[in-house]
């Protein structure tokens, strides 16, 4: 006989089951109507929310500014710049990811915390609204955001490496006290540049405007590039800032071979010069081997890219006379070669010549490099009384007597290669040491230097002038 309770429990048990079969398929099927009601809905749009009036906001959706209601869900957390989604109502349902794409843009002036002045497509400046705002601390001249021209929003800052590559932005610490064998030079270019900024009345009773460019020409290695650097620690020091910028590029790296990229990369190298000049800091924008990349046109030997780039550089060279602290300088070795329209006045009107140096600019630029608080031989010190500065003095007018023992030394003397005797010695006299020997420089590791420069120079000089 069958126990009632066992019926009844089995009874329960497959009562459950089903409870839990028909739960389960109540959850699916309400699964399946929220997908299908996702599935059949609407499509929302994107909008860019731009201020809250009131309950309501005010949106820019396609172009178009609408002021539209704004779900309780979404809640008051908005802020500028925030990319909401509008339902078929156009009402505002939720948020979304902002957009990271958009037009490129550099910034040249941070008008307050919320706006910013930018320039794009050559000279298009407009007003843009930073997102998240704080543009002080965010944003400096010269950076590059993205911007959406619909809705006036910059996103974000960019690195521009292409560009950047291109450009050393320092402070410089080289000055004139530096710089040996060039009085002349250097008295020149003190006079073109730190004159004006230090006498501006005088400049202006006598009717003189001052040079907005400097045209270095010479050999390699006597120091162009040295002074360029010491430009802009002058300006530095003559206008009485506590900083100035030195924008170095050099011509071969400037050239891409797509077309229009080395025009851009010019009129952005000037953007970020006139972007630091408006912070009242000195800048200099230094151009290193310009014959390079600015060769006369219709010469024969340049390309058809000179006939965009040269135009390119004379409307930015233009455009450098109304800014008071930028000046511009060139370095060349061939300086025949470069458009004679970039060497007319008020572009790089004055030009200076940093020739070879001679013996006694020989011997002055040597005595930047070896001084005597350097550690010196003993004996070459004894045979001086003891007088290091003497002892110095004796082996710079060796070393210069046995790199002008030629005749024919001025075609292939320079600052770096003097430069180069120094370290050549400074390695000999450490490898003396470590050896065992004595410390200290002597004159021997001088000569020895100044005798392997002169094979390596020779060399150099006899493929120059095709002497093989």
């Known amino acids: 006989m069958v126990d009632p309770l066992d019926t009844i429990a089995a009874l329960e048990r497959r009562n459950a089951d089903l409870t839990r ?64 989604l509008l339902n078929a109502m156009s009402v505002v349902v939720g948020t979304a990811e902002p957009e990271r794409s958009g037009q490129a843009a550099i910034v040249r002036e941070v008008i307050d915390d919320a706006r910013i002045l930018v320039v794009s497509r050559g000279e298009d400046e407009r007003v843009v609204s930073l997102m998240g705002g704080n543009a002080a601390a965010r944003i400096h001249e010269g950076d590059t955001v993205i911007i959406d021209p619909r809705t006036g929003f910059a996103s974000e800052k960019v690195e521009r490496t292409g560009v950047e590559a291109l450009l050393l932005e320092e402070v410089p610490d080289v ?100 972007a630091q000049a408006h912070t009242g800091a000195p800048v200099v924008i230094f151009f290193d081997e310009m014959d390079a990349l600015f060769r006369a046109r219709g010469s024969g030997v340049s390309s058809d890219m000179e006939t965009t780039i040269v135009p390119q550089l004379l409307t930015e060279l233009d455009g ?100 180069n005797v120094v370290d050549r010695a400074k390695t000999r006299a450490i490898k003396h040491v470590i050896g065992g020997g004595e410390r200290g420089l002597s004159t021997p590791h001088l000569l020895a230097a100044c005798d392997q420069e002169l094979v390596e120079a020779r060399s150099v000089a006899a493929r120059e002038f095709g002497e093989y």
């Not at 060039?182 to 005088?202: F, G, K, M, V």
């Not at 550690?375 to 046995?402: F, T, W, Y």
Request: aromatic share 6%; proline share 6%; hydrophobic share 40%.
């Open 175 to 274: 000055d004139f006290a530096s710089i040996g064998g060039l009085t002349s030079q250097i008295e020149r270019i003190r006079d073109a540049i730190e004159l004006p900024i230090t006498h501006p009345e005088l400049y202006k009773e006598h009717s003189l405007q001052p040079p907005r460019g400097l045209l270095l020409y010479g050999p390699p290695g006597c120091g162009k590039t040295l002074i360029a650097k010491a430009v802009a620690h002058s300006l530095g020091v003559a206008s009485g800032s506590d900083r100035s910028f030195f924008l170095s590029v050099k011509g071969p790296e400037l050239l891409n071979k797509y077309v229009g990229e080395t025009e851009r990369y010019i009129r952005t190298i000037f953007e970020r010069a006139r």
């Open 21 to 84: 079969l028909l739960e389960t398929a109540r959850d699916s099927l309400g699964e399946m109507r929220v997908k299908l009601a996702e599935a059949s809905a609407p499509p929302q749009t994107f909008a860019t929310f731009v201020q809250w009036a009131g309950k309501h906001a005010d949106v820019v959706a396609n172009g178009r500014k609408m002021r539209v209601a704004v779900m309780a869900t979404v809640g008051p957390a908005l802020t500028p710049g925030d990319e909401v």
């Open 320 to 419: 450098v006379e109304s800014m008071a602290n930028v000046i511009v300088i060139g370095a060349s070795n061939r300086e025949d070669m470069i458009d004679p329209a970039i060497l007319r006045p008020g572009r790089l009107d004055v030009k200076i010549e940093v020739s070879r140096p001679d013996r006694q600019a020989s011997i002055d630029i040597m005595g930047k490099y070896l001084t005597e608080t350097l550690p010196l031989d003993a004996g070459e010190v004894a045979a001086h009384d003891g007088d290091r500065k003497a002892a110095v003095n004796a082996m710079i007018g060796a070393s210069v007597a046995r790199l002008f023992q030629d005749d024919d030394a001025g075609r292939y003397m320079s600052g770096a290669l003097l430069r």
